[in-house]
């Protein structure tokens, strides 16, 4: 089977949609897609950022176990990336880091909170093949993470820290199907 010269490439027109943009966006998330590109249908075609173009991303967000951290050079006080995970068939799994989205006066609370988390053990508190400059803490705190989607291998794209949640406010840790 010889690829069609239209079917390469990362980017794919549709037929044009008829639909409430709204709709159609939540249609497009549901499917694990990354977003809308859509253009205004009376303005012509042409190049540059003439604001005929519109991209709108699909956001979501979930609640992930911290398991660690790493350290960071540039900021002693606080870290590099927080390392999170999610359940999986009940079991931790690690789900990758995030490293923005944080306030400097967070990031060091949030260091001085996961130092008093340090990890007693030798091994991770789950499977983990990344780096080894990372400080494993108890699974206990929660963060409220922002991300695009998943990657094929579980992985968050784009992720952004947006905060630490609650147990008591019903935070229930992301599982991966």
């Known amino acids: 089977n ?21 709709v159609l966006l939540e249609h497009i998330c549901r499917l ?21 173009w519109v991209k709108v991303k699909c956001v979501q967000s979930e609640a992930f176990f911290i398991v660690g951290y790493e350290k960071s050079s540039a900021s002693p006080a606080g870290f590099g990336s927080l390392v999170l995970a999610a359940y999986r068939d009940g079991d931790l799994v690690h ?11 967070e990031a060091i609370r949030l260091r001085k909170m996961l130092d008093t988390l340090r990890w007693k053990r030798k091994q ?43 147990r008591q406010d019903n935070a229930d840790v992301f599982r991966l199907d």
């Not at 010889?2 to 709204?22: H, K, M, Y």
């Not at 990354?34 to 604001?51: F, N, Q, W």
């Open 95 to 105: 789900v990758g880091s995030v490293g923005t989205g944080f306030k400097e006066a």
């Open 32 to 52: 694990g897609l990354e977003g809308i590109v859509g253009k205004h249908l009376d303005r012509p075609y042409r190049s540059g950022r003439t604001g005929d």
């Open 124 to 166: 991770p508190p789950l499977p983990y093949t990344g780096s080894a400059d990372i400080v494993w803490v108890e699974p206990t705190l929660i963060a409220e993470i922002e991300f695009r989607a998943c990657t094929a291998d579980g992985k968050l794209r784009h992720p952004s820290y947006k905060g630490l949640r609650e």
């Open 2 to 22: 010889a690829l069609r010269n239209d079917l390469v490439g990362a980017i794919r027109l549709s037929e044009t949609l008829d639909a409430e943009p709204a």
